[in-house]
């Protein structure tokens, strides 16, 4: 089976190294050459003509089923559909499987996320270890790559010019996408951005669960799942209650593989619907944002959940390393496990996560860092 490096002639991660778009898409779509377990979709073109791809991930025979899966969580979606039927939706959500949907790279400066998620689909598709079947066997994966396509082959060009001349100043990127910067992040109401069209787009037709969207930047290890208040006044006050649940088990499950400086309380109001994470709040499952390290997931509003979920890991070494690498992409190997830790997680306890009702599901994603550094998603 290919690695990354196959594609970028060193590890993901590795210094110095930063693929284009196409780069990153040609390993996935080797990937899907190599696996059954993995399917790429081509979707929509940026305002520049780049493709925007999304990647599933899981068992053989899930990826065999992804449209009859879908169709049952349509059906979830739209309780309409069902008669509004309680009994019904218990019966699907038990036999569907959920799909947990990671994005990365909205902001082109923040460039990591690629190809941590070129190595997470690598070992999502080939690892056999109890961990990570279980994961491959009880959730569909859904990873985009990048986001901001225009955005990150800029950000790539002012990279190697930069590597090219290191002695000269290199100026910012001035434009990440189309006439935009860091409020692309900011048209989720609007959108009038290819790329945040798009989203919502995938998302509502893949019936994913979970969205879950890497950052960078930030102090430590931010985890923002908790967001702070005023809490926007639309949201559901039991899925707002899930995130202190999904939130404390994130950092309880840092602090113990030793990392340092875990927190999850930023500067943050949870309140404008603008950021493109948001859209899971006005449709019917659950977003996430992520900071450097920091990995945080938001479940799928539940009606009834009445105590909190149990995390179990069927084995596995929570400080494993990558053999290719004989543990050198640490840094690499932190930012692959943090979504896979979170998609055990709800793989874990998606029973209670997905059970459903008549009443609207929701969700929200954005985080700011402390005073002496404040970024936003």
């Known amino acids: 089976?290919?690695?990354?490096?196959?594609?970028?002639?060193?590890?993901?991660?590795a210094r110095n190294n930063l693929p284009y778009s196409k780069e990153v898409y040609a390993y996935m779509r080797l990937l899907e050459k190599s696996s059954p377990r993995v399917k790429v979709f081509l979707h929509r073109t940026t305002e520049e003509g780049r493709e925007m791809i999304a990647v599933a991930v899981a068992s053989e025979e899930l990826i065999a089923k992804l449209d009859e899966n879908k169709a049952k969580l349509a059906k979830l979606a739209d309780p309409r559909s069902i008669g509004m039927n309680d009994a019904e939706a218990a019966r699907i959500a038990a036999d569907a499987v959920p799909v947990y949907y990671i994005t990365g790279t909205i902001h082109s400066t923040e460039s990591g996320a690629p190809t941590a998620l070129m190595e997470l689909a690598y070992?999502?598709?080939?690892?056999?270890?109890?961990?990570?079947?279980?994961?491959?066997?009880?959730?569909i994966t859904l990873i985009t790559p990048i986001v901001e396509v225009d955005g990150r082959d800029r950000m790539v060009d002012l990279f190697r010019w930069h590597m090219a001349?290191?002695?000269?100043?290199?100026?910012?990127?001035?434009?990440?996408?189309?006439?935009?910067?860091?409020?692309?992040?900011?048209?989720?109401?609007?959108?009038?951005?290819?790329?945040?069209?798009?989203?919502?787009?995938?998302?509502?037709?893949?019936?994913?669960?979970?969205?879950?969207?890497?950052?960078?930047?930030?102090?430590?290890?931010?985890?923002?799942?908790?967001?702070?208040?005023?809490?926007?006044?639309?949201?559901?006050?039991?899925?707002?209650?899930?995130?202190?649940?999904?939130?404390?088990?994130?950092?309880?499950?840092?602090?113990?593989?030793?990392?340092?400086?875990?927190?999850?309380?930023?500067?943050?109001?949870?309140?404008?619907?603008?950021?493109?994470?948001?859209?899971?709040?006005?449709?019917?499952?659950?977003?996430?944002?992520?900071?450097?390290?920091?990995?945080?997931?938001?479940?799928?509003?539940?009606?009834?959940?009445?105590?909190?979920?149990?995390?179990?890991?069927?084995?596995?070494?929570r400080t494993r390393r990558c053999r290719a690498c004989s543990g050198r992409c640490a840094q690499q190997q932190l930012r692959a496990d943090g979504p896979a830790r979170l998609a055990h997680y709800f793989a874990s306890n998606r029973r209670q996560f997905s059970r459903t009702s008549t009443r609207r599901a929701s969700g929200r994603c954005s985080s700011r860092a402390p005073k002496a550094r404040r970024r936003t998603c």
């Open 165 to 317: 001349h290191p002695s000269e100043t290199y100026p910012n990127l001035l434009y990440w996408g189309h006439y935009v910067a860091h409020d692309n992040n900011r048209d989720a109401m609007g959108l009038t951005l290819k790329l945040v069209a798009e989203r919502p787009h995938q998302y509502i037709d893949q019936k994913a669960q979970v969205l879950h969207d890497l950052h960078e930047s930030g102090q430590y290890l931010y985890d923002n799942t908790v967001g702070d208040g005023p809490y926007n006044a639309w949201l559901d006050p039991l899925l707002t209650n899930e995130w202190q649940m999904i939130g404390w088990q994130n950092v309880q499950e840092m602090t113990r593989m030793g990392m340092p400086g875990v927190y999850a309380h930023g500067q943050f109001d949870t309140w404008s619907p603008g950021y493109l994470m948001f859209m899971a709040a006005r449709t019917t499952a659950s977003a996430a944002c992520t900071r450097p390290s920091a990995m945080v997931a938001r479940p799928r509003r539940s009606s009834g959940l009445s105590r909190r979920p149990t995390y179990s890991a069927p084995g596995g070494d």
């Open 123 to 139: 070992r999502l598709a080939v690892d056999e270890s109890p961990y990570v079947r279980h994961i491959r066997d009880n959730l």
């Open 1 to 13: 089976m290919p690695t990354p490096k196959v594609v970028l002639g060193d590890i993901a991660g």
